[in-house]
C-alpha cells in the first residue's frame, strides 16, 4: 500500500505563495498517478491539480495559471506549488495516489493539510 504525508500548510495572505510536498512510502511511487484534492468547508472534495505517470498535467479551470503540480520519483515526493492565492483557494488539500491493475482502481489518501487565504 501506499502511505501519503503532506505537509506545508499555512496561513497565507491574498497574493501570497506555497509550495506543499507530499512525501510517499510503502510502495512503488512512480508507477501511480497523483493528484491534489482540496476540500473546502461545507463543500464537495475536489480535484485541484492531477499528473500521470508520464508526467502530464491538468489543473481545474480556478487554478489554472496559479498552480504547478510536479513529481520527483527520485524522492517518492509530488509538489504542489501555488501562487495568487485567493480567499477561495482555502481549503483542506489532500494529496492522492491512484492506479487501475487487473483487480480495479487503489486509491490512497494522505491526512490532509489546511491552507487559509485571508488578509
Known amino acids: 500500500q501506499l502511505q501519503l504525508v503532506e505537509s506545508g500548510g499555512g496561513l497565507l495572505q491574498p497574493g501570497g505563495s506555497l509550495r506543499s510536498p507530499c512525501a510517499a512510502s510503502?510502495?512503488?511511487?512512480?508507477?501511480?498517478?497523483l493528484g491534489w484534492y482540496r476540500q473546502a468547508p461545507g463543500k464537495q472534495r475536489e480535484l485541484a491539480a492531477r499528473?500521470?505517470?508520464?508526467?502530464?498535467?491538468n489543473y481545474r479551470d480556478s487554478v489554472k495559471g496559479r498552480f504547478t503540480i510536479s513529481r520527483d520519483n527520485a524522492k517518492n515526493t509530488v509538489y504542489l506549488k501555488m501562487n495568487s492565492l485567493k480567499p477561495e483557494d482555502t481549503a483542506v488539500y489532500y494529496c492522492?495516489?491512484?492506479?487501475?491493475?487487473?483487480?480495479?482502481?487503489?486509491?490512497?489518501w494522505g491526512q490532509g493539510t489546511q491552507v487559509t487565504v485571508s488578509p
Open positions: 492522492n495516489g491512484a492506479r487501475t491493475t487487473i483487480a480495479g482502481r487503489e486509491d490512497y
Open positions: 510503502g510502495s512503488i511511487f512512480s508507477i501511480y498517478a
Open positions: 499528473i500521470t505517470v508520464g508526467g502530464v498535467t
